[in-house]
């Protein structure tokens, strides 16, 4: 299976920014949906952003005009990109990878911190 990897987690302070990467280290399947789900302390995980291979997005609403999803076919890697970064943003973000067939995979997740 294509194991995604995330990177660029970490700690900033309110309004900050942060960009997050997820790469699949190898594409055994066409990948069709790539995106970011976040997960805070006791709560469910939650969809942040999602990109098909042919760049349709799709944000939750409370991430529309602060956070950018992008993404690089031939590298297999999406990005995210967070700006007015809220205490409320805080979580462990997961990147997720699903193939035109329905199989999906999970990377192991990447801490955001967002405190002064």
């Known amino acids: 299976q294509v194991q995604p990897v995330e990177s660029g987690g970490g700690l900033v302070q309110p309004g900050g920014s942060l960009r997050l990467s997820c790469t699949a280290s190898?594409?055994?399947?066409?990948?069709?949906?790539m995106g970011w789900y976040r997960q805070a302390p006791g709560k469910q995980r939650d969809l942040v952003a999602t990109m098909t291979r042919d760049g349709t997005t799709n944000y939750a609403d409370s991430v529309k005009g602060r956070f950018t999803i992008s993404r690089e076919n031939a590298k297999n890697t999406v990005y995210l990109e967070m700006s007015s970064l809220k205490p409320e943003d805080t979580a462990v973000y997961y990147c997720?990878?699903?193939?035109?067939?329905?199989?999906?995979?999970w990377g192991q997740g990447t801490q955001v911190t967002v405190s002064s």
């Open positions: 190898r594409s055994i399947f066409s990948i069709n949906t």
């Open positions: 997720r990878c699903t193939s035109s067939s329905g199989v999906t995979v």
